[in-house]
């Protein structure tokens, strides 16, 4: 029986995307989780075997980095000859390093590179292509979840034979459900997902503040709020935008079919994705979206067919665009609903895209 690794930098991650595809593995394999420590490693226990990290998710400190991947070495060298799926960004790069020297099969799941593409930083832009040089030379395939990160891993690593697309980890569309949509006197639009700049929530808050005296419109906001992750200005900002009356903000919850069937439209504003999850999810359950016209995004939802596209950073397309959504009329607003659904059955479901990362073992 051939033993699989699956490491990921958050006990999060694995428990609500990998979770399925553990189980699904271990019909024919051993599986071992391998992920960062938090409030979800105990129901990860339940899964399969697994080992906890310390890891700070965000750090690059190199003797941190380093501690980071001497654990890891100390876990893996009791399956010498395994398979190891690595799962995220820093997930990729720590587990390629732990494994440099040793005849372990390397699948690296990239899960998108916004990191790279958005990072302003020339020295840190530097370091992480040098990093991914060497996750490419050490690899045995790369998984990507757009076109444009393979089109981007062929160009600049000349990795033809290795890069593999598979479009995110699918979303499970039997718990995805369309539910019989709430009478409200009032439109809701919906931003669920980590709240940070580079997912375009200004662009999102500076819509809501345009649409401020319109009384039958509320922007609704779920998610973790760090205002470390924020500038001293644009906490401000961000202080400001929520104290406005049809901006309505909440930590994230477990009831995340609730959040999303009560909304009319999702709005994902993001610069990049991999391949948004909030989309897939949301286009599941029928729900009309309009969101940025990027990377991770454009590949889920085709414009004017189940949704609509709009400049990315672009306030003011995008307020052009909640217009145009306020004025289609409900017989439409229906079909681009249904359309959403019908796309992510065939092409998007979790049981199309785990039988894929199968075939690769």
Request: net charge positive; charged share 25%.
């Amino acid at each position: 029986m051939k033993t699989i690794i699956i490491f990921c930098n958050t006990g999060w991650n694995i428990y609500n995307f990998r979770k399925k595809l553990i189980i699904e593995l271990k019909k024919k394999h051993k599986v071992i989780i391998i992920a960062g420590k938090d409030k979800y490693s105990n129901k990860i226990r339940k899964i399969s075997k697994s080992y906890f990290l310390s890891l700070e998710n965000r750090s690059l400190n190199f003797f941190k980095n380093f501690s980071e991947v001497l654990q890891l070495k100390k876990i893996i060298k009791n399956y010498p000859h395994s398979t190891i799926i690595n799962f995220t960004n820093k997930s990729i790069i720590l587990g390629t390093f732990a494994v440099l020297f040793k005849k372990i099969k390397v699948i690296n799941v990239v899960t998108g590179l916004g990191h790279v593409y958005l990072q302003k930083n020339f020295f840190i832009k530097f370091i992480l292509k040098f990093l991914y040089l060497f996750v490419n030379l050490r690899s045995n395939k790369i998984v990507v979840q757009n076109k444009y990160d393979k089109k981007y891993f062929e160009n600049q690593f000349f990795t033809n034979n290795k890069v593999k697309l598979i479009y995110g980890s699918g979303v499970d569309t039997k718990k995805f459900l369309p539910i019989k949509k709430i009478k409200k006197k009032y439109k809701t639009f919906l931003y669920f997902g980590r709240v940070l700049k580079e997912k375009g929530i200004f662009n999102y808050l500076e819509a809501a503040n345009f649409f401020k005296q319109n009384d039958s419109i509320v922007f609704k906001i779920v998610g973790e709020l760090n205002y470390k992750n924020f500038s001293e200005v644009d906490k401000k900002l961000i202080k400001k935008f929520l104290k406005l009356k049809n901006v309505e903000f909440s930590k994230f919850k477990e009831n995340i079919l609730d959040i999303i069937n009560y909304c009319d439209c999702v709005v994902l504003p993001s610069y990049r994705e991999g391949f948004s999850k909030s989309l897939l999810e949301s286009t599941a359950m029928k729900k009309f979206i309009i969101c940025s016209d990027v990377p991770g995004c454009n590949e889920i939802i085709k414009n004017n067919y189940n949704g609509y596209l709009f400049k990315k950073n672009n306030t003011e397309n995008l307020i052009l665009t909640i217009e145009k959504y306020l004025n289609l009329p409900e017989k439409k607003i229906k079909i681009m609903e249904s359309n959403s659904r019908k796309r992510t059955l065939k092409l998007f479901s979790d049981e199309i895209i785990i039988a894929k990362y199968v075939n690769l073992i």
